[in-house]
């Protein structure tokens, strides 16, 4: 059996290695002729999956994409050649919720300011928001969620409009899938007219799709509100972000906010076990024999921790200011932007560390124990 894999796949061979034979590509430079006798090609999001691509692949009959997001597949042409198709929901929620709340802690430590206090909207509450939210509320803050969707389908949370949000959030957090049509497309859905709603000082986070704003607008907007900060994990015209754009966000990152190491294992795992269940084997591996023990994988926390010793603690998990700093040296480049992606060390999620056993679970202090236990900690 032959198997084509991104490259940039990790535990591809520790997973699929007894099953077939593995062709590592460029998911970005995939060819036809190079998928034309696969029988199972399993991509990230670089990768367009559609006619044009596999066409030919007549033996082709598993795709399995390691990503949250399906933009970049024709779903109904495979469903149209009987190929079985999957994502790996969720797979990198929590590295994309820890990003999000991360960056927040950045944010208020850069301008002085408390987090604690804010209120913070998430637009769209599916896996990714849902966890953003998850580390929000642990540590206490006033979370608003705004869900048409979902509250259509009955899910049972609080939800309000998203000209709520823009009224009332301090932190705009968005978690939305990309669609271009239907009642709640969200292909600009910060066009002008919306982002000239923004409140002053409110600070904006984009880590789901970059067209979900309309990136010329922001250009134009943010050039006449610096009080407006800006957080950008995706971009308009990836691999090649406006550098204008660049230069105005406080934080800018390539599309990494959901590389977790965790992220990363789970995704190829959920591809894994979707084969095992498409051709009826057996799941004989397991995700945590995957992952190594991490560097810091114990920690005593004191009771008295403040905000920015909890800023210091997640930066052993993920300090984005690195990532910011490269990406500026390399964006200017369809290549950099690539480059970075591939080469990034995975970081790894907050449940990757524990806490010692001798910590004081009954400190009543503003933020203690329990509160990193509910943010990820182990
Ligand atoms: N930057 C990165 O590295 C990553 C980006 N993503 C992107 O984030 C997106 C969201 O991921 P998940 O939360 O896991 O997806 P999900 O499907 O679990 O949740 C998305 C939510 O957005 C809601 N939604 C759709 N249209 C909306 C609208 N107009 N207003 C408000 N809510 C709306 C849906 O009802 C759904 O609950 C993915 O589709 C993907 O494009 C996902 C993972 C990593
Ligand atoms: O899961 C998604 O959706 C994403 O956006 C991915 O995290 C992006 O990563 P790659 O698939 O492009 O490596």
């Given amino acids: 059996m032959k198997i084509i894999a991104d490259e940039n796949m990790p535990y591809v061979d ?27 090609l399993l991509v990230r999001s670089v990768t367009k999956v559609n006619a044009g691509l596999i066409a030919h692949a007549h033996k082709l009959k598993f795709v399995g994409s390691a990503t949250i997001g399906t933009d970049h597949v024709d779903v109904d042409y495979l469903a149209s050649r009987n190929i079985y198709f999957t994502n790996a929901p969720g797979c990198n929620a929590t590295a994309v919720g820890e990003y999000a709340f991360i960056a927040m802690l950045e944010l208020a430590q850069r301008f002085g300011e408390s987090l604690a206090g804010k209120v913070v909207g998430i637009v769209g509450a599916g896996n990714t928001g849902t966890a953003a939210a998850k580390c929000l509320q642990a540590y206490g803050l006033n979370v608003l969620l705004c869900d048409p969707i979902k509250a259509q389908q009955g899910d049972k949370r609080e939800f309000v409009s998203l000209d709520t949000i823009i009224e009332q959030a301090d932190i705009i957090s968005l978690h939305v899938p990309i669609t271009k049509d239907g009642e709640h497309k969200t292909w600009y859905l910060f066009d002008e007219a919306r982002l000239n709603q923004l409140k002053p000082n409110t600070w904006l986070l984009n880590c789901c799709r970059g067209e979900v704003i309309d990136n010329r607008a922001l250009i134009r907007f943010k050039q006449q509100r610096d009080d407006v900060k800006l957080v950008l994990d995706v971009w308009e015209g990836e691999p090649k972000p406006m550098a204008e754009l660049v230069a105005l966000t406080e934080f800018a990152t390539p599309h990494i906010a ?29 995700l945590t024999s995957l992952l190594p023990a991490f560097q810091f994988n114990q920690i005593v926390s004191q009771s008295d921790l403040t905000e920015s010793q909890l800023l210091k603690l997640s930066r052993l998990v993920y300090d984005l200011r690195d990532d910011d700093v490269t990406f500026r040296g390399c964006c200017s480049t369809a290549a950099g932007f690539d480059l970075m992606r591939k080469n990034h060390t995975y970081r790894r999620e907050y449940s990757a560390i524990s806490l010692a056993p001798s910590v004081d679970y009954l400190s009543d202090d503003v933020i203690n124990p329990s509160m990193l236990h509910a943010l990820g900690f182990n």
């Fill in 258 to 286: 959901g590389y977790s190491l965790e992220g990363k294992a789970r995704g190829t795992f959920i591809l894994y076990q979707k084969w095992c269940e498409l051709v009826g084997l057996a799941v004989d591996k397991s």
């Fill in 14 to 40: 520790a997973l699929f290695g007894d099953l077939g034979e593995i062709e590592y590509v460029n998911g970005r430079t995939l060819s036809p002729e190079q998928v034309n006798d696969a029988d199972v």
